[in-house]
């Protein structure tokens, strides 16, 4: 069964960073392409990053490029999204989701950009 | 940038009848190897989303038939046959063709 599991959100300045991981399992993930999404409140889901599974290519969304990095660790199964300069609009529920195609998402953790 | 334009951002609708959603994207979502990269997802309240349809009409493992998604290039439509309670949620289209992926605003299925 295919299981990804969030975690590392929190509360941070603006202007801070922080660090999420996606713990996969139930499928081979070094093999898979990954991405994160997210849900701001009272909003629509948004698209934010994207890491291929053959390849090291990796693809942004415009209003996070320079400023969130994302990778992997094909040994421990993990997904990771490194946000630095955050801002409130950062703030969100953000869900990795596998496949270029997201076929199977997680339950999210939240993000809360504020001072 | 591909934008995706959904309509209506909101759809009230009677149990047992019939809904329609649509989808339209600026520009086409034919990936250079022939293929359609579209897809819907279901977001129940409180819920993660969910993807319903790959590839503008194949339907995903445990998604009932009541589910239709159809078009080509830049025009798709998810259709409901007939509406039951735990259909009741946010339907989002998403391009899977072109970078950066992009998703459409949202229709909110709700019961009249």
């Known amino acids: 069964e295919v299981q990804l599991v969030e975690s590392g959100g929190g509360l941070v300045q603006p202007g801070g960073s922080l660090r999420l991981s996606c713990a996969a399992s139930?499928?081979?993930?070094?093999?898979?392409?990954m991405n994160w999404v997210r849900h701001a409140p009272g909003r629509g889901l948004e698209w934010v990053a994207a890491?291929?599974?053959?390849?090291?290519?990796?693809y942004y969304a415009n209003s996070v490029r320079g400023r969130f990095t994302i990778s992997r660790d094909n040994s421990k199964n993990t997904l990771y999204l490194q946000m630095d300069s955050l801002r409130a609009e950062d703030t969100a529920l953000y869900y990795c989701?596998?496949?270029?195609?997201?076929?199977?998402w997680g339950l999210g953790t939240a993000v809360t950009v504020s001072s | 940038d591909v934008v995706m334009t959904q309509s209506p951002l909101s759809l009230p609708v009677t149990l047992g009848q019939p809904a329609s959603i649509s989808c339209r994207s600026s520009q086409s979502l034919v990936h250079s190897n022939g293929d359609i990269y579209l897809n819907w997802f279901q977001q129940r309240p409180g819920q993660s989303p969910r993807r319903l349809i790959y590839q503008v009409s194949k339907r995903d493992s445990g998604v009932p038939d009541r589910f239709t998604g159809t078009g080509s290039g830049t025009d798709f439509t998810l259709k409901i046959s007939r509406v039951e309670a735990e259909d009741i949620g946010t339907y989002y289209c998403m391009q899977g063709t072109h970078w950066p992926r992009a998703l459409g605003q949202g229709t909110r299925l709700e019961i009249k």
């Open positions: 989701a596998r496949d270029w195609q997201l076929d199977y």
């Open positions: 139930g499928f081979t993930f070094r093999s898979s392409a």
């Open positions: 890491f291929s599974g053959s390849t090291t290519n990796t």
